[in-house]
């Protein structure tokens, strides 16, 4: 009971979002456990939340500083295009391995770039955040359609299909991939001095600047991470479709967006864990899930998306909105003590 009363007091949100999933999960379960709890229901589950996972990490890191990313879907299926093209080449499919492994790294540095892009023009040229990744978004999007003429790209390697579809021990490859990057984003966002460096951009920028560190960098190096995490979230897409296309994981975008602010991270910057990321994702996918099987329509599932958006920012932003009057008032109240 200690062991809980500790983490229920260092951790109370992720403490929340724990009951909430596991509430949601039992709910379902009870309602339809012959289809909810089927070995085929689990397994879709734990196949497709590593992609949405990390889509979500992607966009915390942004949303960490203060800004956003909005082009984690079309950098990611970019990306992929391009990389699927070159595996539909002669060379990759008398080399099946080593064009696989390049496909992959292919994927990775090309969504890197995009970060790049990104990155470059938050940090050196003082563009918003949202305004330069809306204007990305367009771009890989356009680009993605003109190479593929709004088609999928398709013949990738087999071994290439299994990273999507394949387990070790029963345990997907995908969740092992996003169990991974979710400790490495722990120890680089919450127990590093970038980490510490990204929280106090998105605490005060300038107060950062003038301390000493070098936001610019900082703020380049967060597109680039950003890059990475959608970049192979676009791998297992790709892997898992066994093709590649502009409109793939479309719906990750607002999912990804919900889950960040659902975990805990402020959507002004400065605070925000990994865990109430990752801990958001399981009960989105978990509910999603459930009217899937319950036959909701997806429409019905946006709307409520967009609800618990709406709901938790409002929340938040009045809850803040209490405790700068609470300090405020303490401040008051102290001057006149001490006049």
Do not use: H
Not at 116 to 127: D, F, P, Q, R, S
Not at 133 to 142: D, I, V
Not at 235 to 259: E, F, N, P, V, W
């Amino acid at each position: 009971m200690k062991i809980l009363k500790d983490i229920r007091s260092k951790y109370p949100n992720e403490f929340v979002l724990f009951g909430i999933f596991v509430f949601l999960f039992v709910v379902m379960s009870i309602l339809s456990p012959d289809k909810f709890l089927s070995i085929t229901n689990l397994q879709t589950m734990l196949f497709q939340m590593p992609e949405f996972g990390l889509m979500a990490l992607a966009m915390m890191i942004a949303v960490l500083t203060g800004g956003m990313n909005l082009s984690i879907i079309t950098g990611s299926t970019l990306a992929t295009i391009i990389a699927g093209f070159f595996m539909r080449t002669e060379f990759v499919q008398n080399n099946p391995a080593l064009g696989t492994l390049l496909a992959v790294l292919m994927t990775i540095f090309i969504a890197c770039m995009t970060g790049v892009l990104n990155g470059a023009i938050v940090a050196y040229i003082g563009v918003a955040p949202m305004l330069v990744t809306l204007g990305t978004k367009t771009l890989f999007e356009g680009l993605g359609l003109q190479f593929t003429k709004g088609s999928s790209v398709s013949g990738f390697p087999e071994l290439f299909n299994k990273i999507g579809s394949g387990t070790l021990f029963g345990i997907p490859y995908t969740l092992i991939i996003l169990i991974i990057f979710t400790v490495l984003s722990y120890f680089l966002f919450e127990r590093s001095r970038w980490g510490m460096e990204v929280y106090m951009i998105g605490c005060n920028e300038t107060a950062t600047r003038f301390s000493g560190v070098n936001t610019k960098a900082t703020l380049l190096k967060v597109y680039i991470y950003s890059g990475l995490m959608y970049g192979i979230a676009g791998i297992l897409i790709a892997s898992r479709y066994c093709s590649a296309k502009t409109d793939y994981g479309s719906s990750y975008l607002m999912q990804a967006l919900t889950a960040v602010v659902l975990g805990g991270t402020s959507i002004a910057g400065g605070s925000g864990t990994v865990a109430g990321t990752i801990l958001a994702v399981m009960i989105i996918q978990t509910v999603s899930t459930g009217f899937n099987i319950y036959g909701i329509n997806r429409n019905i599932v946006n709307i409520i998306t967009g609800v618990i958006l709406i709901v938790v920012l409002a929340i938040r932003y009045l809850t803040q909105v209490v405790i700068d009057r609470k300090k405020i008032r303490e401040r008051v109240s102290q001057s006149r003590k001490t006049a």
